[in-house]
């Protein structure tokens, strides 16, 4: 148990907030969530995640729930057009889906009963955890010895509550840092990733072939595929069960018409950051599959035309200036510090791995400084990265040796990275 119970609330009840709401539950702590969705799960948005050496050591250390989390992919793999390998690395990478860490999390926070896993017991010294749904927060206020928090309800009912410590982990969005830093801007990047997944046992052979615990990779002048074996229903990683998850990024300019084609749902109602799946016009979906067809090759272009609930996510940038405000009562973490562009296939370790070290900082195992400097290291670091790696992939015309060189550089493990200066300033 802690010296001092301290009471967390955390803004923010996706990947990052359940994470920061385990690792400090398991000190003993007291943490409430705020998440604004209406409902009380975060409806199935996700596809696929890389499941980097934090998010894996995070499951292990923190799910008390008996399963497996992750298909290992066994090799990396380019494609020519003709759908030929071109080049091959053997290298295992584990690869995990966005609904199997949620529901993982909220059997562990706070025992939401699902398909995926079973409820796991509480221990005795475990801190309070409160999942709050439909809270949408909209102002803070510095007290004397603590934050208070202000939030309203979709019905319009409104409230307030009070933390020692408030952590904001509510995206690349975040309202916390915009009251915050106001002058932080979220920028779009000039390029959407086109998302979706289809069965395994709906594929062709060659499909089955280029993608079944592969990850393989297609280049071509402003755009990059790649896709690679996600668990399928449930959660389910048997053979035969599991899930082709792609991310097509390709260039849609800004202000173009092609831009508003994509982002407009079949409604008509025009989405900014995120198309959700199933909403996607069936119109701008066809152009899309017609592209497909014409420019990758064919193992890419017969999953994207597959795929029945395609989602698109603008790719943008956002970066706080630092991690810690009102001298620490207020902490950002994950995509709420740093949104980082997805090829870095750092976003969810990011969030994992900014919980576990603040709980090692809380636990007074590491200084503040430290705590610091790696966290803001990894933030300004791997943003910048996935800003050059997106924008040489996207603008720039390279030699496949300077995308395998790219894809390289972005599976060093956190802990072998050597951060520059600029990065650990504080
Ligand atoms: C529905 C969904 C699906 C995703 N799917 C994938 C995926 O397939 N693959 C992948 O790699 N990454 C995915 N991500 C992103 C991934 O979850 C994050 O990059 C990572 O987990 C760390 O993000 P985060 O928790 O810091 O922020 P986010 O995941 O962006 O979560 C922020 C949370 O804060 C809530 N919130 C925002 N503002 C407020 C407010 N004012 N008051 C209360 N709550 C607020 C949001 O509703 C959201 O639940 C997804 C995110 C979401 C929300």
């Given at each position: 148990m802690p010296d001092v119970k301290k009471h967390f609330v955390i803004v923010g009840g996706s990947l990052g907030g359940l994470a920061a709401g385990l690792a400090l539950r398991e000190l003993g702590h007291d943490t409430t969530i705020l998440e604004r969705n209406p409902t009380p799960v975060l409806e199935h948005q996700g596809a696929g995640i890389v499941a980097g050496g934090d998010t894996l050591a995070f499951f292990q250390k923190y799910d008390r729930c008996d399963r497996p989390f992750a298909v290992t992919s066994h090799r990396r793999q380019y494609l020519d057009n003709e759908g030929n390998v071109t080049h091959k690395e053997d290298m295992d990478q584990n690869m995990t889906s966005w609904d199997l860490a949620y529901y993982l999390m909220r059997a562990n926070y706070d025992g939401v009963e699902n398909p995926y896993c079973k409820v796991p017991d509480g221990k005795p010294t475990d801190g309070k955890t409160v999942h709050l749904h439909d809270r949408n927060v909209t102002d803070i206020k510095e007290r004397d010895d603590c934050v208070e928090i202000y939030w309203k309800s979709g019905s319009g009912e409104e409230g307030s509550l009070k933390a020692d410590v408030l952590i904001g982990a509510d995206g690349p969005s975040s309202t916390i840092r915009s009251i915050l830093a106001p002058e932080v801007q979220r920028k779009y990047a000039g390029y959407c990733a086109l998302r979706g997944t289809v069965p395994e046992?709906?594929?062709s052979d060659a499909a089955r072939e280029a993608f079944c615990e592969k990850f393989t990779f297609y280049h071509c002048r402003g755009v990059q595929i790649l896709a690679y074996l996600i668990p399928g229903k449930d959660g389910t990683v048997e053979p035969g069960q599991r899930l082709i998850n792609f991310v097509y990024y390709t260039n849609f300019p800004e202000g173009s018409p092609e831009l508003e084609e994509i982002m407009t749902d079949k409604s008509g109602k025009r989405h900014r950051i995120t198309m959700p799946?199933?909403?996607?016009d069936p119109n701008a979906w066809e152009k899309q599959r017609q592209i497909a067809r014409e420019r990758l090759p064919p193992q890419f272009a017969e999953i994207v035309c597959a795929t029945k609930k395609p989602f698109v996510q603008a790719v943008t940038d956002v970066l706080s200036p630092t991690n810690e405000y009102l001298n620490g009562k207020v902490i950002l973490i994950g995509d709420a510090l740093a949104g980082f562009r997805p090829h870095t296939v750092a976003s969810t370790s990011q969030a994992a791995f900014d919980a576990m070290v603040l709980a090692d900082y809380i636990e007074g195992k590491v200084t503040s400084e430290q705590w610091k400097k790696e966290t803001l290291g990894f933030a300004r670091y791997i943003q910048k990265r996935g800003v050059d790696m997106g924008n040489r992939s996207q603008f720039e015309n390279l030699p496949l040796e300077d995308h395998i060189h790219d894809r390289n550089v972005a599976s060093v493990p956190r802990e072998k990275e050597v951060y520059p200066d600029w990065a650990t300033a504080i």
């Open positions: 046992s709906e594929v799946p199933g909403l996607t």
